[in-house]
T-cell receptor, first 112, second 111 residues
Framework: AQKVTQAQTEISVVEKEDVTLDCVYE???????LFWYKQPPSGELVFLIR??????QNEISGRYSWNFQKSTSSFNFTITASQVVDSAVYFC?????????FGTGTSLTVIP | DTGVSQDPRHKITKRGQNVTFRCDPI?????LYWYRQTLGQGPEFLTY????????KSRLLSDRFSAERPKGSFSTLEIQRTEQGDSAMYLC?????????FGPGTRLTVT
């Protein structure tokens, strides 16, 4: 069965702190994709990143970085020097077998 | 703005009525997905189209739900005989090899 677990329901950090959002996935498929989305209070889901199962290279985009480790089935997301605008719910998702499986999300609050 | 549009943005209906939502994906994307999201949860997959063909349907999609994508462009999601449990945000997404992009959603309230 496919599953995505985001164990952190809510996180609060003070502005400029670094924060890591955890994502653990389960699948027996060898080909799959992993995603992160941001859902700000306005409600629209914003695509952040997609990785395929064969590419374990870490990725950095500005203050965002992602660490993909197949050995632990994890795809963690780090925000460096957090800002108030980073406050949102973040979803990790697994795509395999033509279906997406989303985690329950982590609500991040950045306190000024 | 991701380029995916949904109409209407909000819909209030009485239990038992039928409702229809529309999604216009990014024009060059041939894959289109429908999801449902309730408060505090992640989106739940409902169905998926590749061009006009509906290739996957979730078990969540009861017989009261039907989706179409007649010409491989826009899609409609219809819910017949709505129930209070259908109240949710209905999201549409279109995808390319590079990513999946969501529309703003249609918030359905069944009274």
């Amino acid at each position: 069965a496919q599953k995505v677990t985001q164990a952190q329901t809510e996180i609060s950090v003070v502005e400029k702190e670094d924060v890591t959002l955890d994502c653990v996935y389960e699948t027996r498929d060898t080909t799959y994709y992993l995603f992160w989305y941001k859902q700000p209070p306005s409600g629209e889901l914003v695509f952040l990143i997609r990785r395929n199962s064969f590419d374990e290279q870490n990725e950095i985009s500005g203050r965002y970085s992602w660490n993909f480790q197949k050995s632990t089935s994890s795809f963690n997301f780090t925000i460096t020097a957090s800002q108030v605008v980073d406050s949102a719910v973040y979803f990790c998702a697994l795509f395999t077998g033509n279906q997406f499986y989303f985690g329950t999300g982590t609500s991040l609050t950045v306190i000024p | 703005d991701t380029g995916v549009s949904q109409d209407p943005r909000h819909k209030i209906t009485k239990r038992g009525q039928n409702v229809t939502f529309r999604c216009d994906p990014i024009s060059e994307h041939n894959r289109l997905y429908w999801y449902r999201q309730t408060l505090g949860q992640g989106p739940e997959f409902l169905t998926y189209f590749q061009n006009e063909a509906q290739l996957e349907k979730s078990r969540l999609l009861s017989d009261r739900f039907s989706a179409e994508r007649p010409k491989g462009s826009f899609s409609t999601l219809e819910i017949q005989r709505t129930e209070q449990g259908d109240s949710a945000m209905y999201l549409c997404a279109s995808s390319s090899p590079h990513g999946q992009y969501f529309g703003p959603g249609t918030r359905l309230t069944v009274t």
